[in-house]
């Protein structure tokens, strides 16, 4: 079973920058279409962002997109999320784990963006 640990979170002003970090243990991860998810207190888990196994397609929610960028190094078995130009209601713990969430989520990174 694939495990995941999120990294990269912190404290960030608005109009600042952010990587995030997602490292999958297993060699399962190259096949894997992998996404971004993220909470905010009191909200529902939502989607961020996907990218198919070899990098070439991305998918983003529609209000995200131009300012975050996922990519991924398979040889590092590892997924990221570029974050620019944050905004106070990018605040919330980031997951990632599979497109279809087949994972065991882990504990997340905590991004807040506040001034």
């Known amino acids: 079973q694939i495990q995941v640990v999120e990294s990269g979170g912190g404290l960030v002003q608005p109009g600042g920058s952010l990587r995030l970090s997602c490292a999958a243990s297993?060699?399962?991860?190259?096949?894997?279409?992998m996404a971004w998810y993220r909470q905010a207190p009191g909200n529902q888990r939502e989607f961020v962002a996907s990218?198919?196994?070899?990098?070439?397609?991305?998918d983003y929610a529609e209000p995200l997109k131009g300012r975050f960028t996922i990519s991924r190094d398979n040889n590092k078995n590892t997924q990221y999320l570029q974050m620019s130009n944050l905004k106070p209601e990018d605040t919330a713990v980031y997951y990632c784990?599979?497109?279809?969430?087949?994972?065991?989520w882990g504990q997340g990174t905590q991004v807040t963006v506040s001034s």
């Open positions: 784990n599979t497109l279809t969430q087949v994972l065991a």
């Open positions: 297993g060699g399962a991860f190259k096949r894997l279409t």
């Open positions: 990218i198919t196994p070899n990098g070439r397609d991305t």
